[in-house]
T-cell receptor
Framework: TQLLEQSPQFLSIQEGENLTVYCNSSSVFSSLQWYRQEPGEGPVLLVTVVTGGEVKKLKRLTFQFGDARKDSSLHITAAQPGDTGLYLCAGVLNTNAGKSTFGDGTTLTVKP | DSGVTQTPKHLITATGQRVTLRCSPRSGDLSVYWYQQSLDQGLQFLIQYYNGEERAKGNILERFSAQQFPDLHSELNLSSLELGDSALYFC?????????????FGEGSRLTVL
């Protein structure tokens, strides 16, 4: 059983469209991260959220942490081809030694 | 550039062989993590070292071992390789002494076992 469930698994949209991807769990996390990974490269950290209900914005990307700290969403406004990649959420549980558990990711393709 | 260096970038070997993957963390980072990424299992945590000591263990096979040296670089040793060990192996490091979950990944080592 995957601790972090990401949806959708695949998403293909046209340039300029908006989209939201989700990261859900039944567990409570002390912090949650979003990463973006391009083919042949390592994941790159985009944001960390730590407070329930927290909203962070990074240019056209908006990240939200659920009130109960069990889920998160990533919203992209006016997607561009450069946003194409694998979006991974990762969480640190309260009780472990800080190791991050990753979801399987959402593969986003933005067509020009 | 994350500042984390992994070598080799690509490695092709045969079943039954042994390989060593090397990682240099970002300057000042004391924690090193190893992850395995395969198509069917995503990013799986293998092991974490902090300042030379093993700190956390994940789904690491007994055929695999790791260590962190006094200069903080780390090596992941994979032995008696099987076809299913073919994957991307990532090293990540984190800000010294903090378990924030904020990881900085290297570019990975792609292992192909034939």
């Amino acid at each position: 059983t995957q601790l972090l469930e990401q949806s959708p698994q695949f998403l293909s949209i046209q340039e300029g469209e908006n989209l939201t991807v989700y990261c859900n769990s039944s567990s409570v996390f002390s912090s949650l991260q979003w990463y973006r990974q391009e083919p042949g490269e390592g994941p790159v950290l985009l944001v960390t959220v730590v407070t329930g209900g927290e909203v962070k914005k990074l240019k056209r990307l908006t990240f939200q942490f659920g009130d109960a700290r069990k889920d998160s969403s990533l919203h992209i406004t006016a997607a561009q081809p450069g946003d194409t990649g694998l979006y991974l959420c990762a969480g640190v549980l309260n009780t472990n030694a800080g190791k991050s558990t990753f979801g399987d990711g959402t593969t986003l393709t933005v067509k020009p | 550039d994350s500042g984390v260096t992994q070598t080799p970038k690509h490695l092709i070997t045969a079943t039954g062989q042994r390989v060593t993957l090397r990682c240099s963390p970002r300057s000042g980072d004391l924690s090193v993590y190893w992850y395995q990424q395969s198509l069917d299992q995503g990013l799986q945590f293998l092991i974490q070292y902090y300042n030379g000591e093993e700190r956390a263990k994940g789904n690491i096979l007994e055929r695999f071992s790791a260590q962190q040296f006094p200069d903080l670089h780390s090596e992941l040793n994979l032995s008696s390789l099987e076809l299913g060990d073919s994957a991307l192996y990532f090293c990540a490091s984190s800000v010294s002494g903090l378990d924030t979950g904020e990881l900085f990944f290297g570019e990975g080592s792609r292992l192909t076992v034939l």
